[in-house]
């Protein structure tokens, strides 16, 4: 599973159903994803769970009540609404449901869903016979025309004993649609472009100096780049990785042409990621032909490569540029002297020991440096890393545009 985009607001409505024990795990789960949670409840909702079972595990106070004064001062509904990026209604009840799709504003939950501009995504949870009424199959289908997204339901053994649709989905596939829906598309519109894996310098037409990168990184920073809604050049070094589909893939070789790929789609991005392992030096002469083992010494002489983030950094309009570093000794300190030297706004650094080495493995740990905070992204395989980078460096390079 893909994780959950990290810091995400998720309102968390609950209406009166059995399913509304899910609800606590649902809210346990997603908070351990790194999404925010605000819960607000329906007042049948609290018949089948404790609002205070709920504070506890998101770690705020519930909202229950439209007219009160005292909540309204602080976040009342318009700013529930408007701080939520996704409103999320689990278990979603028939009579919510009806009056959704009616328009209604007669409790807190119905009035924050119609002031809100996030999109809304529904969990519906009741009995069989009531999913199937045509009233409810008419509400359904308004709602859905009204954009709002429906998960589930299940189909199976209700609470009730009854067997049949209307089953509120278990918590881990609620999470994985609300993913898949994407429905927070942060990158949306913005275009990004990421280096990725080795490159290779020739020696002869056999042989080259290269370095352990798989690309596994870069590949999934540039998944993790689509699925938040960016249009993605993908720049890869030699790797057998298949690209994600939707990708702009280019190949290329050496450092060289990397930078000529770099130089064709980069002026017109919006954000660079410089992943790739780049050679710094390359054989100062490529032989024709292979070199034969007659001599009993042979002198290679490299000379330095460009420095792609380097050139990047140094157009007039530059983009939004984010580089990478393996460091072996003081991490921290030598990547914030490569943000500083390479004019970047971000550098995502990881510590390369003999115990822990990212080439070619699924995991990787990073920390990422900005020119105002250090942020421990932690220890993670490398798609939910790729995932909880994209976050950082979207937030922080909108960010950069309200300053
Ligand atoms: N990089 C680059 N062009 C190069 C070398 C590196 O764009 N010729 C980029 C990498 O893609 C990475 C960042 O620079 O995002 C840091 O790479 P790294 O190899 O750690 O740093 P170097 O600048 O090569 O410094 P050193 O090898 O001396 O640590």
């Keep these: 599973m893909m994780p959950f985009p990290a810091g995400q607001h998720i309102l968390l409505g609950i209406t009166g159903g059995v399913a509304a024990y899910k609800s606590a795990d649902l809210v346990r789960r997603l908070s351990s994803q790194g999404a925010e949670i605000q819960v607000v409840m329906t007042e049948a909702a609290k018949a089948f769970i404790s609002p205070l079972t709920l504070q506890a595990l998101s770690g705020r106070p519930v909202r229950d009540t439209l007219l009160d004064t005292e909540a309204e001062s602080g976040m009342g ?105 994407n429905v927070k598309k942060s990158l949306a519109g913005i275009k990004v472009t990421v280096t990725a894996g080795p490159t290779w310098e020739a020696l002869d037409p056999v042989r080259g100096l290269s370095n352990h990168s798989s690309g596994k990184m870069g590949y999934a920073v540039a998944e993790a780049a689509l699925k938040a809604g960016a249009e993605v050049n993908l720049i890869s070094g030699p790797t057998t990785l298949s690209p994600p589909r939707d990708v702009v893939l280019h190949h290329v070789r050496s450092a060289d042409e990397m930078l000529n790929a770099v130089k064709r789609v980069a002026t017109d991005c919006d954000i660079f990621i410089g992943v790739a392992a780049v050679a710094d030096y390359r054989p100062s002469q490529i032989e024709m032909s292979k070199i034969k083992k007659d001599a009993k010494h042979v002198t290679l002489e490299l000379i330095r490569n460009p420095d792609i983030l380097s050139w990047v950094t140094s157009q007039e309009t530059k983009p939004f540029t984010v580089g990478f570093a393996a460091e072996t000794d003081n991490p921290l300190e030598h990547a914030r002297q490569k943000l500083e030297k390479k004019s970047l706004d971000i550098i995502a650094v990881n510590h390369v020991s003999a115990d822990h080495s990212p080439f070619g493995s699924d995991e990787n740990q990073l920390v990422v440096i900005t020119p105002d905070e250090d942020i421990d992204l932690g220890r993670h395989p490398k798609t939910r890393l790729a995932s909880t980078l994209i976050d950082t460096i979207s937030k922080k390079f909108h960010e950069s545009y309200k300053t």
């Design 77 to 181: 509904h318009i700013d529930l609404g408007r701080w939520a990026d996704t409103l999320l209604v689990a278990p979603a009840s028939a009579d919510f449901i009806a009056k959704l799709a009616g328009g209604l504003a007669s409790d807190l939950l119905t009035t924050v869903c119609l002031a809100t501009a996030a999109p809304v995504v529904i969990a519906p949870a009741m009995n069989q016979a009531m999913w199937l009424k045509p009233a409810t199959q008419r509400n359904i289908q308004t709602l859905a025309a009204d954009g709002v997204h429906l998960i589930g339901p299940d189909s199976g053994e209700q609470a009730c004993g009854d067997i049949g649709p209307g089953r509120m989905l278990e918590t881990w596939d609620i999470i994985s649609e609300l993913e898949s829906l």
